[in-house]
């Protein structure tokens, strides 16, 4: 079909029997629904591949525990941990359990965390602050956590304080070190246009040096998460009468390892989950980053 220039609009709409414009319309729709299903493909392809190797693990677990190859108080069969784990939800033991946990995670996160973000911040800005604050820091957080937890003890008894201290802790310390480093490597030319734009210090900060080291923040905030998770089954380890760690503890004690797997299990799901939120996070606040791949 050949065009003119007497052609207009609306004999575009339909010549020799076919709707052009709906036509050219499908045809550039077409690359984009190539790339989506070449995307969806990929995806299927990924989760497809990446549960090969624990179905295949499964498989030879069950069979090595229902054919006795290995010890079933040691190694329960997975079968059986599905069904500890059903009896564990129904009886409501494991919902008292996890509750108190996350509480304790959170609050031992909120704490750290937010300390950390607000030293870091603050070293950051003023050389000063750098040589009162990051020497000490810096010491301090090469010292085991396992090595304190007797002092937080004596200090603070077996109580929540004690156990949400701890948590707090562990957080602080990549939150503080990954802004402390977003900080300082802003670009020198954002603090010029902050002079010239006549910003207040606040503004410098929320505008100019919090948007900039946003990277960095997410990535000690990804890490701060997984080190709180991390430490909050120590803190429970140390002597608390509640908590996911406390019935992993609990069920070691009377050989029922089924529990205790089912506690790894619930720490691993629930770790995975904060990692997979604070990823989902990190792509929605980086979506400006043309260099930035989440």
């Known amino acids: 079909m050949s065009l003119t220039p007497s052609d207009t609009a609306s004999n575009l709409i339909e010549k020799s029997g076919k709707p052009v414009l709906k036509t050219l319309k499908n045809q550039s729709s077409a690359p984009a629904l190539r790339i989506t299903q070449k995307n969806r493909s990929s ?3 990924k989760l497809v591949l990446g549960s090969v190797l624990p179905v295949l693990t ?27 784990f059903y009896d564990l939800i129904v009886t409501g033991v494991l919902y008292e359990h996890l509750q108190i946990s996350v509480v304790r995670a959170i609050l031992g996160f909120l704490l750290g965390g937010s300390l950390g973000l607000l ?3 603050i070293v950051g800005m003023f050389n ?5 604050f990051d020497p000490t820091v810096q010491m301090l957080r090469t010292v085991p956590l ?5 002092l937080f003890i004596l200090w603070f008894g077996f109580g929540e304080l004690s156990k949400v201290l701890l948590i707090a802790l562990g957080a602080f310390f990549p939150l503080y070190v990954n802004t402390f480093l977003g900080v300082r490597n802003v670009d020198s030319k954002l603090f010029d246009v902050s002079k010239v734009l006549e910003f207040s210090r606040i503004h410098q900060i929320t505008r100019l040096v919090l948007p900039a080291a946003m990277p960095n923040v997410l990535l000690g905030l990804r890490l701060s998460v997984s080190v709180a998770w991390l430490v909050l089954v120590v803190a429970e380890l140390m002597g608390a009468d509640k908590g996911v760690g406390y019935m992993i503890q609990d069920a070691r004690s009377f050989m ?3 529990v205790v797997f089912v506690g790894i299990i619930l720490f691993a799901a ?11 996070l990190e792509r929605k606040l980086l979506k400006w980053q043309d260099s930035y791949k989440g």
């Open 43 to 45: 995806k299927v392809r």
């Open 58 to 84: 499964l498989v030879v677990w069950q069979y090595a525990s229902a054919n006795e190859i290995v010890d079933a108080t040691l190694f329960p069969a997975p079968t059986t941990i599905v069904k500890s």
């Open 119 to 121: 030293l870091g911040l």
């Open 128 to 132: 000063r602050a750098e040589e009162v």
């Open 146 to 150: 396992l090595a304190i937890t007797p």
């Open 256 to 258: 029922q390892t089924e």
């Open 270 to 280: 629930v770790g995975k989950l904060t990692d997979s939120f604070v990823r989902l």
